[in-house]
């Protein structure tokens, strides 16, 4: 095809970002404590937020959640490109803004200066993702990303130039490292 758009940075390095730390905990090797961990992986984004809504109509608009622990989202959107993580201050499309929650972008960002040694910068743009089916219902989410500095940035995306070597190992590799000094952090302060 012409026009094809392979998706690696939007959103294949999500997918994998996720199976790695999933792999862990399901082997041991990350202990979650007594959280209760979902790997969600979504289609549907740029159709309407299909499998985020689907998800968030199933298990919480309509499910009893009574004695469940309160739920969280960090939502993975264009990681693993070049430049450092970042997270998103503003969720939303049109009118309708979401403010990201300041509990976990600490936490998340602790857990990025543990395994990079750098400080996770923010985003002052509004991005409408998966997290925007969370925020309505009082789950408090981040949305991270790296900036794609030096590169295309935030650009690029739907076009053959997104593509495998869009991708940027070294950040891809401390994903999994990311994911279990949030995990292991988190618990250890409950």
């Keep these: 095809m012409k026009e094809q758009s392979p998706g690696a940075v ?21 202990e979650q404590g007594n959280s209760r961990i979902t790997v969600l992986l979504t289609t549907g984004e740029e159709i309407g937020l299909q499998g985020a809504d689907a998800y968030v109509d199933a298990y919480y608009r309509k499910a009893d959640r009574t004695g469940e622990p309160d739920p969280f989202l960090i939502n993975l959107e264009l990681v693993a490109q070049n430049g450092n993580l970042n997270y998103w201050e503003k969720i939303g499309v049109f009118l309708i803004y979401y403010r990201t929650s300041a509990g976990l972008i600490e936490r998340i960002g602790n857990a990025w200066k543990e395994v990079s040694g750098r400080d996770i910068e923010a985003v002052d743009l509004p991005i ?7 925020h309505p219902l009082g789950i408090p989410a981040v949305t991270i990303s790296h900036t794609g500095v030096p590169g295309e940035g935030f650009g690029g995306f739907h076009t053959p130039k997104d593509n495998i070597e869009r991708v940027n190992r070294e950040n891809l590799a401390l994903m999994v490292p990311l994911f279990k000094a949030f995990i292991e952090g988190y618990n250890s302060e409950i």
Excluded: E, H, K
Aim: glycine residues 14%.
């Design 128 to 134: 409408g993702d998966d997290s925007y089916r969370f």
């Design 10 to 30: 939007d959103d294949g390095t999500a997918a994998v970002s996720l199976i790695g730390p999933a792999d862990r905990i399901n082997r041991g090797d990350i």
